[in-house]
Nanobody, 118 residues
Framework: QVRLVESGGGSVQAAGSLRLSCVSS???????VGWFRQAPGKERERVAS???????YYADSVKGRFTISKADAKNTFYLQMNSLKPEDTGMYYC?????????????WGQGTQVTVSS
């Protein structure tokens, strides 16, 4: 049984930083891992992902500010978010595809809220 549990969300002022963590059980993080977010009234969007081959993807809106990484020994992956903006506010979800490629995400955490105030 796959379980992904996010933590690290919270409220921060603009220009601040947060680090989100996703602890995995039952899912090998050698597979693709990713972070998504959903703002109120908007669709869920992929923010960052990391394939099993080591290739990364970042949404244009977060390039240069967010970094995805993982610690295999801890079965944990992270999203370091710097220079946060109010438009980064939303519910952040970690996810996995079950394969090395980042295609269809089928495993999800429960979400952690990030609120950035101006």
């Amino acid at each position: 049984q796959v379980r992904l549990v996010e933590s690290g969300g919270g409220s921060v002022q603009a220009a601040g930083s947060l680090r989100l963590s996703c602890v995995s059980s039952g899912y090998s993080i050698r597979n693709c891992v990713g972070w998504f977010r959903q703002a109120p009234g908007k669709e869920r969007e992929r923010v960052a992902s990391l394939t099993g081959y080591g290739d990364t993807y970042y949404a244009d809106s977060v390039k240069g500010r967010f970094t995805i990484s993982k610690a295999d020994a801890k079965n944990t992956f992270y999203l370091q978010m710097n220079s946060l903006k109010p438009e980064d506010t939303g519910m952040y979800y970690c996810g996995g595809t079950g394969s090395w490629a980042c295609g269809n995400f089928i495993y999800w955490g429960q979400g952690t809220q990030v609120t950035v105030s101006s």
